[in-house]
């Protein structure tokens, strides 16, 4: 499973930034797809995250409290990728950003797939 993120670069804050993930060989319906992050010096930490309920035929969302309101987790079906809409940035959100794909359903559920990080720097 190759994952490949995309979208980073430096921008002020109050600014916008939109990361995309391509996964061309994962079934979305099957995965939980999620953005972490990792600051210097700290732990590597979940953004949001967006498993398709199959029953519902949706979509359940979540973030991190520090990112609530700001950042929007979302997907192409068509286009196979992940996108992580970025708004009002602060200094604080600055970090490498991963994307990242667990298997939950069918054959090899619990197996996870990290893409390369794609570096944010928000400052002025």
């Known amino acids: 499973v190759q994952l490949q993120a995309s979208g980073g670069g430096s921008v002020q804050p109050g600014g916008s930034l939109r990361l995309a993930c391509e996964a061309p060989?994962?079934?979305?319906?099957?995965?939980?797809m999620a953005w972490y992050r990792q600051a210097p010096g700290k732990q590597r930490e979940m953004v949001a995250s967006?498993?398709?309920?199959?029953?519902?035929?949706?979509?359940?969302?979540n973030y991190a409290d520090a990112v609530k309101g700001r950042f929007s987790i979302s997907k192409s079906v068509a286009k196979n990728t992940l996108y992580l809409q970025m708004n009002n940035l602060r200094p604080e959100d600055t970090a490498v950003y991963y994307c990242?794909?667990?298997?939950?359903?069918?054959?090899?559920?619990?197996?996870?797939?990290w893409g390369q990080g794609t570096q944010v720097t928000v400052s002025s």
């Open positions: 967006l498993t398709r309920d199959i029953p519902s035929a949706s979509d359940i969302q």
């Open positions: 990242y794909a667990e298997k939950t359903k069918g054959l090899q559920a619990g197996v996870a797939y």
């Open positions: 060989t994962i079934n979305f319906s099957l995965y939980t």
